[in-house]
């Protein structure tokens, strides 16, 4: 046998696990010395890892993961963006964003509230979304806190997506594949043919869909999943850990396999809750910018600008807001509107504006329930020597935003997915302590 | 701003505080890399990366989740990459950790190479740039879907299915040490065809017309 080939050998058992403790001081000393034995071991790990991304990629009946250079992402920021949904997500390493282009029309824009974008999966431009509108496989991007967008397919299931949140969908043999990339999203799934159940990612958990109703809330660390009807089957990524989310019940896939995985019963909806910024840090998730309380100043959430909508010319339309949204909460909760409910802000600005209170809002049944709105003139503000007021709203007092009128006429009875209070096109500095929802 | 983080005032100076490790820095100081580009850098390396976490395992699957795990960590970190060096650096020492943690939670008694050995290959993976380890990746899989079947059954029952150079004899009915020698041509060939492609890839493109 030659040196070659002894050498060769001795890495293959090396790699096979075969090597005695002896024979492997023999081979680091061989590595130590030898740039080409070195050179040959790392070939050889380059290829098993090759070996198993086609192998894998066979098995999934898809193409091999992309080979990613600098060029190709920043022509394709998509695909950047697949990729990282890709690696968050486990196998799906060759999932959504490696099905073939496809010009197949695949939903249509049912209804939409602010402004939302959406860019096609086979590298269309980006371009601002119209009520009834038919897409392509793709991305739908709604801008904004307050946006909200419902996508109807041709089976009839409906996806809502809320403010600022993202989504990827296409359809592969009849199967429809939705990627929540983050933000929010109600869906009423009609019943999927058999084999073909509708599957969703994030990234930190997979769910199967037969047919049903859920909410979907894709976090920093974790996904929160809410099943209204139905049954969905939710995979946790990171252990691949699957179980059961009957109706009725909510669970969260975390990035931590330690963590609890188990349905456990939604609790009854709130009606009374309070936040005190003043005290409590808020989730990262909600508008605004927040100062904790440091050397006697009180804490305080401050607002945000964020897109509203878009102007007929394309411009957008900028708001500046601070938004409360119970989903986001550790654990998460569920607000009720009640006929005798009461929203109580206490804030500040630095000047006279209009503000808009705005409250996004599901139906108890899980599907989207509209967006109210109420107006503050700058004469309704009756602020203290400190510069502060405290507002208290009656949730019947809100109307709902020209968007929402046509299909939803009250607030009154639904589940408050949010409330976003916001300066209209200038920045106040709005700012506030305290936050509650009340009964009267 | 980067997820969970807030803005805090103190004094007259701008300061950042992370919420999970309650430091801060100054803002002028820090210019994180955002998570598309952590993403990018991160799978341009993959191969390297997953090579290094695979000579450590021996197990595909494994390397691949390990990696995977590793990108998921650099996305939740709580410390900012100030940039790609940076995030490289941290990202093969974490594999590294991984891989070794795997090899004693799952393999008890195997035997890995010493951290020396392992830095020395590192810094040589490290060497290579992006651009030429996509090229070469790119070759390789190239010349593995060319393979004959034979050839790739071997490489994919070893490989893929993880199976011991014993169990892949007994599958295709050779005897250890001509697993061995197969194993170690079907290496060199794919060496040899993955320089042949790079050098054709080269000429293609010398060939190209310059631009006006």
Request: hydrophobic share 45%.
């Amino acid at each position: 046998m030659t040196a070659r080939a002894d050498r060769d050998e001795l890495l293959l058992r090396y790699l096979d696990g075969a090597l005695s403790p002896g024979e492997t001081k023999q081979l680091e000393t061989l590595l130590r010395e030898d740039a080409a034995a070195r050179e040959c071991l790392r070939q050889i790990a380059e290829q098993a890892v090759a070996m198993g991304d086609l192998a894998r990629a066979r098995a999934l009946e898809m193409p091999p993961p992309p080979m990613v250079s600098r060029t190709r992402f920043q022509s394709m920021p998509w695909l950047a963006m697949a990729a990282a949904f890709a690696l968050l997500a486990g196998v799906a390493a060759l999932w959504l964003h490696l099905l073939p282009p496809s010009e197949a029309l695949l939903v249509e824009v049912v209804e939409l509230e602010g402004a939302a974008s959406f860019s096609g999966m086979n590298g269309g431009s980006r371009h601002t979304v119209a009520k009834g509108e038919r897409l392509t496989a793709g991305t739908l991007e709604a801008e904004g806190e307050g946006a909200e967008v419902r996508v109807r397919f041709d089976d009839g299931s409906l996806l809502a997506l809320g403010g600022e949140s993202e989504l990827s969908f296409a359809e592969e043999a009849g199967r429809k594949l939705i990627w929540l990339r983050r933000g929010t999203l109600s869906a009423q799934v009609q019943p999927q043919p058999a084999g073909q159940r509708m599957r969703l990612r994030t990234a930190t958990a997979e769910m199967e869909v037969v047919g049903t109703v859920f909410t979907l809330a894709a976090r920093a660390d974790d996904t929160l999943l809410e099943v209204n009807e139905g049954l969905v089957k939710l995979k946790r990524l990171t252990d691949g850990r699957v179980i059961d989310v009957p109706a009725q019940s909510s669970a969260v896939a975390s990035l931590d396999p330690a963590g609890m995985l188990g349905a456990s019963a939604i609790p009854d909806a709130q009606t009374v809750w309070g936040f005190d910024f003043t005290r409590e840090m808020p989730p990262d998730r909600w508008r605004g910018t927040w100062y904790p309380a440091v050397e006697g100043k009180p804490g305080r959430m401050v607002s945000k600008a964020y897109v509203a909508g878009r102007a007929p010319d394309g411009r957008a339309v900028t708001h500046y807001g601070i938004s409360l949204r119970p989903a986001y909460l550790d654990p998460p909760l569920q607000l009720l509107a009640r006929p005798d409910s009461v929203v109580r802000v206490r804030l500040k600005l630095n000047h006279a504006a209009t503000l808009q209170i705005m409250l996004l809002t599901k139906t108890v049944s899980g599907s989207y329930g509209g967006n109210f709105e109420r107006r503050i003139e700058p004469h309704e503000l009756h602020p203290g020597d400190d510069g502060w007021s405290q507002l208290e709203l009656s949730l019947r007092d809100f109307t709902p935003t020209a968007q929402s009128a046509a299909r939803h006429r009250s607030a009154v009875g639904k589940i408050l997915n949010g409330v976003l209070i916001s300066s209209l096109e200038t920045d106040t500095q709005l700012t506030i302590s305290h936050f509650d929802l009340l009964t009267r | 701003m980067a997820r969970g983080e807030r803005t805090v005032e103190h004094g007259n100076a701008g300061i950042l505080c992370q919420d999970r490790i309650r430091s801060c820095v100054s803002l002028e100081s820090m210019m994180p890399l955002d998570h598309e580009t952590i993403v990018r850098t991160l799978f341009a390396a993959r191969a390297r990366l997953s090579a290094a976490v695979w000579l450590v395992v021996r197990d595909a699957q494994a390397a691949e989740d390990i990696f995977q795990n590793v990108t998921v960590k650099a996305l939740t970190k709580a410390v900012a990459f100030e940039h790609e060096g940076y995030l490289l650096s941290w990202a093969m020492v974490a594999v590294r950790r991984e891989a070794i943690d795997w090899l004693r939670r799952e393999k008890r008694g195997a035997v890995s190479l010493g951290d020396d050995v392992l830095d020395l290959i590192e810094a040589e993976w490290a060497m290579a740039t992006p651009a030429a380890g996509g090229h070469q990746v790119e070759a390789l899989r190239d010349c593995l879907e060319a393979a004959p079947p034979d050839a790739r059954e071997i490489l994919e029952l070893r490989y893929f299915e993880g199976r011991s150079c014993a169990e892949v004899g007994a599958h295709i009915g050779i005897g250890l040490a001509a697993v061995y020698q197969r194993l170690s041509r079907l290496h060199r060939a794919l060496k040899l065809c993955i320089e042949r492609r790079l050098v054709a890839g080269a000429a293609a493109f010398a060939a190209l017309p310059a631009d006006p």
